[in-house]
């Protein structure tokens, strides 16, 4: 069931209409010493409007109100680094308050903290250990309401590095991500993800590393999912070896992979069980001194916020170059192409080809009038071709925004 729409009242929104304005003038403060070594305030203000918020189907009216909106945020925080000994305390602090011009109902109150601790025993071993709470709206690209839909994300982990020799390096790590949802009936999509892993580098001299690295990954639901007619448990676990490298060729190209082999089983519907290559790799190439260039491709397993399906095997590529215009000056941009297919971890019962595929153009320009304020003006373009068997649409979303920061 959807909730109706609420309209923003009419004296908000001459503050709507002043806000670009308000951005402009926040990177236009003067400059400022640092207030302290160890804690850095600032503020940033983001404009936004997308003419598909909802990323509804292009070919279904919108029954909602009007497809596109624009949106205001204000973040405030601060970004903090305290040695400790031979310890290093980091992190952030942010909050901020997000307001739609139409659909007030899914006005939100943000949230991001991060406190990670690197810390070192002698000279042969160290580590991270840290904690990571997000809130925030959960997308609309796979589920379409009116009704607010906060997610909460949770995340600890710790690792730890030995090097007991000056080219070899073994290491071990846990992580733990847990993702929440406000709206009921979503929150079958509940999930906790607890991944393991253990590994030896080989280090070089350039400073390049090969190295193996084993995985393991158990996924658990919250709550059962309702599939044709029974309820049955969404879990499942995935197993990897990868190799894991990072090769530095020159200062100005290099090649990251982390990628191999995996076999993920399922709790139940274990005709969905499967195995095969998975991973991403990274090419990062600089041609010119102000010119940098990255291409990246994957093949990964990743979650889905929908009401069909909640897991899918996505392959895809990206394309993307940043480049320094002046000192002050910097434009990127950034090409990306995906496919998700829904038949390899999806818990419905799906027919063969449930899949959809979607591309996307991002193009940005950021002016740095001062070492601790910047403005940004970006611009989007995203299209799905949908598959109707698992309700993802097809559609065209154009979104453009114009953000301002500064750091004390």
């Not at 109706?4 to 403060?29: N, W, Y």
């Not at 940043?322 to 941009?333: E, G, L, P, Q, V």
């Not at 601790?372 to 979303?397: D, E, F, M, W």
Request: charged share 20%.
């Amino acid at each position: 069931m959807h909730s109706p729409v609420q309209t923003t009242s009419r004296g908000q929104k001459p503050l709507l209409r002043l806000l670009p304005l308000a951005i402009l003038g926040l990177a236009a403060l003067p400059a400022h010493a640092e207030l302290s070594d160890t804690i850095h305030p600032f503020i940033a203000a983001t404009y936004t409007h997308d003419d598909n918020l909802l990323r509804l189907d292009d070919s279904i009216p919108s029954v909602f109100g009007p497809r596109g909106d624009s949106m205001r945020q204000l973040q405030v925080g601060a970004l903090f680094e305290r040695p400790i000994g031979r310890q290093v305390l980091s992190g952030h602090a942010k909050v901020s308050k997000v307001a739609f011009e139409h659909y007030d109902s899914f006005n939100y109150d943000g949230r991001d903290y991060l406190a990670d601790l690197h810390w070192r025993i002698g000279s042969h071993v160290d580590g991270h250990a840290g904690l990571n709470y997000v809130q925030t709206l959960t997308p609309f690209n796979d589920y379409h309401s009116t009704e607010r839909n906060l997610r909460i994300q949770r995340r600890s982990y710790g690792d730890i590095n030995w090097l007991f020799h000056p080219s070899w390096r073994v290491h071990a790590g846990y992580e733990r991500n847990r993702a929440e949802y406000d709206l009921a009936v979503q929150r079958f999509n509940n999930r906790t993800d607890t991944t393991t892993d253990a590994g030896i580098d080989f280090l070089a001299s350039s400073a390049s590393r090969v190295g193996i690295l084993l995985r393991h990954v158990r996924g658990t639901y919250e709550l059962p999912r309702f599939s044709g007619g029974q309820l049955f448990d969404n879990g499942f676990e995935q197993d990897e070896v990868n190799a894991n490298v990072n090769w530095v060729f020159s200062g100005t190209t290099q090649f990251q992979l982390l990628g191999g082999y995996a076999r993920r089983t399922h709790a139940a519907l274990t005709s969905r069980d499967s195995n095969g290559p998975t991973g991403r790799a990274t090419f990062i190439w600089s041609p010119a001194t102000r010119l940098r260039l990255t291409f990246s491709g994957w093949r990964v397993y990743e979650a889905v916020e929908g009401n069909v399906v909640n897991n899918s095997l996505n392959k895809g590529a990206s394309a993307s170059a940043s480049w320094d215009w002046t000192t002050k000056i910097m434009a990127t941009a950034r090409v990306q192409r995906e496919r998700r297919d829904f038949n390899a971890a999806s818990g419905a019962q799906l027919p063969p080809g449930a899949s959809d595929s979607g591309n996307s153009l991002q193009a940005g320009l950021t002016y740095m009038p001062t070492v601790h304020s910047q403005i940004s003006l970006n611009a989007n373009r995203q299209r799905r071709t949908g598959s109707p068997l698992v309700g993802s649409g097809s559609y065209l979303a154009n979104t453009i925004s114009l953000n301002g920061s500064i750091q004390f």
